[in-house]
Structures are given as C-alpha cells and as structure tokens.
C-alpha cells in the first residue's frame, strides 16, 4: 500500500479536476466491511441486517453485491480506509481493512488515505474551491443541495438523482420517487453509463455508492465518495462528527 496524508489527497483531487480523466475515490466504513464479508466472515443475519439497515426491505443477492463491492476497491484511485477514531468504535470497524487484506484487495501499488479527507475537505473550506465554477456536476443523493451547489459555487448546470434516505435512522425529506434498490438501482447505472464521460459525480449512497462511483471511472468520469457531507450540506446532523452542523454549510 501507498499511504496518502491529507495533502497529498487534495493535490492529487484538485490534479484530477483541474485535467479531467477516469478517476475514483471510494470509501469503505464499517457497512462496506460488514457487507462485503458476507459469507466467509460475516453471516447472514448480520449483512442482512446492514443492506436493511441502508435500502429497508429490499430484496438483494448478498453474495452477488459483496462481490461487486470487493470489485469497486480496485477502481479506486485513492481508497479511504477507517483511522484511528474509527477504529476504536467496535471491531466491525477494525474489520474493514483486515477483511480488505484477507480479499487481496489493498495490492503494493493501491494508494489509501483516512476515509476522513473528505471531512477534512469541509472543516478547511476547500470544497467550495474544488467544485466553484464547474460547467457542471452530477450528484447522487438523498438530499437536494442542488441551490445550494448553484448559489454558493456558482456551477451553471446541476444534475441528480434522488435515492431515498437510509431506512435507520431516517431522516430528512424524502425526494425520490421509488425504493433504492431494484427501482433506481439500475437507472442510476444507464444514467451514469450516459453522462459520465469527463464529468464529475458527487456521490453519496451507502453500499451502492461504491458501486456507482466504480461505474463512473470505467465509464470515464470523476467520483468522488463524499458520503454523509450531503447531510452535512443539508444542516441534517446524521453522524457524531456532524455535531457542530454551522461547519458543515457549503
């Protein structure tokens, strides 16, 4: 592995944006490790527990997306791995990286940061840099900030599609019009499959959200994992580290 401190992650993002090329950055927390454990080291009542936990009721092959999801590591250009705060949560979050290990996932050559680069993003203000004056972006999540994208970065078009928020906890307003999973999943894939090219996608969608930013490299975009930060932009405190919610305003 190629351990990146913060700087050099934003050197390489800001590269990434500045002259567009396939590019991904995925996140892989405590769901990712429970997921894609199944079935060799998490059972099925616990993996089950965390797809319910993301989409509800769904129906999903768990074998088949813990299989996808131990595929989309290997697309990303720079993976974000639980530090030392998450770490002293529970051993689902110290699983994350060994699991990663015991899949051969993390080869010499994969570089990692802290999957907090992209709060860090926030607390320096540097979000509002990176995205400012876009042509466009493209975003997948359950909350609207596409205003917020418009008035406080000035990017001219602002494309989404709406997931439901997770079904526990559940908060905030519900913008989409069908169930996450099957009903959006795979109009989101044609979506990206379409527009990607060159283009950057925000994207913040629990489990599946490692899927759709894979899918935007191998189809010529830029992804970028950013996860719970839409709460954050939407002034909905969803995660301890978003208890000063006046931080997380974009």
Known sequence: MIPLNFDQFYTELADVLLNPRPWAHMRYGDGEG???????????????????KWLGNADIDM??????????????????????????????????????NRFDLLKPQTKTCCMDCTIELQTKELYKKLLSERESIYYISCRNVDNIL????????????????????????????????????????????????????LVGAGGLGKIYCMEVKK????????????????????????KDIRKFSL
């Open 63 to 100: 074998a088949v997306f813990a299989e996808k999801i131990r595929e989309s590591v290997g697309y990303a250009d720079i993976v974000g791995t639980p530090c030392l705060r998450h770490n002293k949560v529970n051993q689902d979050w110290r699983n994350v990286k060994i699991f990663l």
């Open 150 to 201: 418009q008035e406080k970065c000035n990017i001219k078009n602002v494309y989404h599609k709406f997931i439901p928020p997770q079904a526990r906890p559940n908060k905030g307003k519900d913008y989409s019009e069908q169930e996450h999973f099957p009903g959006m999943y795979f109009e989101i894939l044609e979506w990206i499959i379409n527009n990607a090219q060159n283009n950057l996608f």
């Open 219 to 242: 189809a010529g975009g830029i992804a970028l994992d950013i996860g719970s930060i839409f709460d954050g932009w939407a002034g909905l405190m969803t995660r301890s580290y978003l």
């Open 34 to 52: 429970i997921v894609m454990g199944y079935p060799e080291y998490t059972g099925r009542l616990k993996a089950a527990g965390r797809w319910s």
